[in-house]
């Protein structure tokens, strides 16, 4: 099914199969000449049966469409290429452009969570089952890298790039700015908090994020287009909550940090999440995963304010008080 938004602008939900976040938003804005289409879901079959039922009902040929990427990741991303062909272009942020183009296996990434404490098994298991190595792309379509003010004009709308760093390296909303829409991505969610994630010992996305939100406070904003759940139209008010989230989030951590050095893992351990399980121990492991993930986030953000300090024992990653 796809839902009517705007004239000429339609939102399809790409299922994401036990998954909680439960769907993905694809947006199409159809044209006569070409027609553009926002995000796409996983590559998988419920996937792709849902795009073409949506684009059939719309009446959107592939063959005369071209597709925006906000970022790189695979429930955004991996469907694409299953619809583009020879003449498609496809556009995505410089920084995830290159990530894509440079990634070679997920042994960094299995090699730094191990070093934050993640046991060896449970990294072995966790992106065994990550949906971005499941379901992710096979092979790359050329892509046209998109940078901050990018214009695309598609149905007689002026959509317009704005850079959004923080979830990915290079996170790129899109802003309508007569009629005032975000088309946010995974920037801005309403129900959940996106995940801010870090995967890099120098890397600080918690702050890239939180300068993200400022930015986007100060525009001009009616409606949320996110890429998950539902739409919604206080776009300030949600930044705040998400601010005041992540303050919280950071005043946790340093409280757990009170009894000693802890690695991510162990920390991670120890804060509070929003999911059905009595206990850490009872977490699936791509919850384990995804929870170190934001922990580290927030553990590289304090370091950066030189609140925490990291230190290394056999191998190991541990986080401490200033």
Request: net charge negative; glycine share 8%.
């Amino acid at each position: 099914m796809a839902e009517e938004l705007f004239p000429n602008l339609y939102r399809i939900e790409i299922p994401l199969p036990q998954s909680p976040l439960g769907w993905v938003n694809s947006y199409v804005v159809k044209d006569p000449s070409r027609s553009l289409i926002i995000d796409t879901g996983l590559n998988r079959e419920e996937c792709l049966r849902a795009m073409m039922a949506g684009l059939n009902e719309i009446g959107v040929d592939l063959k005369q469409s071209d597709f925006y990427i906000t970022h790189f990741h695979a429930d955004h991303f991996a469907l694409a290429q299953r619809l583009f062909d020879e003449n498609t272009k496809v556009y995505m942020n410089e920084p995830d452009k290159e990530f894509m183009e440079n990634w070679t296996s997920w042994a960094s990434i299995a090699d730094y969570y191990a070093r934050n404490g993640f046991p060896g098994d449970e990294v072995d298991a966790a992106i065994t089952n990550h949906p971005g190595r499941k379901y992710g792309s096979n092979r790359l379509p050329a892509m046209t890298g998109v940078k901050e003010g990018d214009s695309f004009a598609y149905g007689g709308f002026d959509l317009r790039a704005v850079a959004t760093p923080g979830h990915t390296p290079g996170h790129t909303c899109l802003y309508e700015p007569e009629r005032k829409f975000l088309l946010s991505g995974d920037h801005i969610l309403i129900d959940i908090t996106p995940n801010i994630g870090c995967w890099e010992e120098d890397a600080n996305p918690l702050k890239l994020y939180l300068a993200s939100l400022e930015k986007v406070y100060g525009m001009p904003v009616d409606l949320v287009l996110p890429g998950h759940r539902r739409i919604f139209n206080d776009c300030k008010g949600r930044i705040k909550e998400l601010r005041q989230h992540h303050g919280e989030r950071l005043e946790e951590v340093l409280s757990i940090l009170a009894d000693g050095p802890l690695s991510g893992y162990a920390t991670a351990s120890r804060m509070r999440w929003d999911i059905n399980c009595r206990c850490w121990a009872d977490f699936p492991v791509p919850q384990k995963w995804f929870a170190t993930s934001e922990a580290l986030a927030h553990l590289h953000y304090l370091k950066g304010e030189g609140k925490v300090v990291m230190s290394r024992s056999e191998g190991c990653l541990f986080y401490s008080l200033a």
